[in-house]
């Protein structure tokens, strides 16, 4: 089994983590590698570098099992160097989907970007943002006066999501949040849950005076004007787990917290 190593040099523990694996195990650093053909790719840092492995082979549908070296970990695995191939053969599937974005921006430009755990609109000034949100088509919120708004997968929804107010959702679940963030009007509003085949669509007004950025993950556009997001589901990425902690009972865990 050969396996592309996916590292955050920035962290001491993944470095040196890496050098022990690459004692024991076929582990090659997948930078100074990305022509080989890998069985598997192994995350060696917090879950940024599991987002930025993904990110690098989304189109490739090698599997990725990352072992934690940072804080939280959400979508890794305990760090060990015992067993590791024996812990990959046996790990369950979590079937994951992104979000594709398109942003047309303040000149008219169209920008497309995927996201694994969020889309996010935020204000890019003082002035907060106003935004008019649509669902298939729909209106369903003529304005949202609030820093901004974000639609996050189920994947997601344990982090940027939930520390907005968001709800955690079941990662089998057939639904999306679509959340507020810190909204002024209306008041009533906090936010929705909407299928996974849902298209939600994003007008910024008084964009001038009220400009916003649009992200996908870590890709950012600025000055966004209209923003389309809908799940694209002819993609999947495998991320693997233990088989004794599989990511449907952490999202059900972490509502306990």
């Known amino acids: 089994m050969l396996i592309g190593c996916v590292i955050d ?41 599991m987002l930025r492995a993904l990110h690098i082979f989304m189109q490739s549908d090698i599997p990725v099992f990352g072992m934690n070296r940072g804080s939280i970990g959400f979508l890794l695995n305990q760090y060990s160097t015992k067993n590791l191939l024996s812990r990959i053969e046996k790990a369950s599937v979590a079937a994951l989907k992104p979000l594709e974005m398109k942003v ?5 430009i169209i920008h497309s970007h995927l996201a694994i755990n969020e889309v996010s609109l935020l204000r890019e000034t003082h002035q907060a943002a106003k935004i008019k949100i649509s669902v298939n088509g729909e209106v369903c919120l003529n304005y949202l006066v609030a820093d901004g708004v974000l639609v996050s997968t189920p994947a997601g929804s344990t982090a940027y999501n939930y520390a907005v107010g968001g709800p955690i959702i079941p990662t089998n679940a057939n639904v999306m949040a679509l959340s507020p963030i810190s909204p002024f009007r209306p008041r009533q509003w906090r936010g929705a849950l909407i299928l996974r085949s849902d298209i939600v669509h994003l007008e910024i007004l008084d964009m001038e005076k009220r ?3 649009a992200s996908a993950d870590a890709a950012e556009v600025r000055d966004a004007r209209i923003i389309e997001i809908k799940e694209r589901s002819d993609i999947k990425l495998s991320v693997l787990f233990d088989s004794d902690d599989r990511l ?7 509502q306990f917290i």
């Open 9 to 49: 040099k920035t962290s001491i523990s993944a470095v040196e983590s890496f050098k022990e694996l690459s004692l024991l195990y076929d582990i090659v650093d997948v930078e100074d590698s990305s022509d080989m053909d890998f069985d598997v790719i192994l995350t060696l840092g917090g879950d940024g570098m």
């Open 104 to 108: 047309t921006d303040s000149n008219g």
């Open 211 to 213: 400009p916003v950025s």
């Open 248 to 254: 449907e009972s952490r999202a059900t865990k972490e």
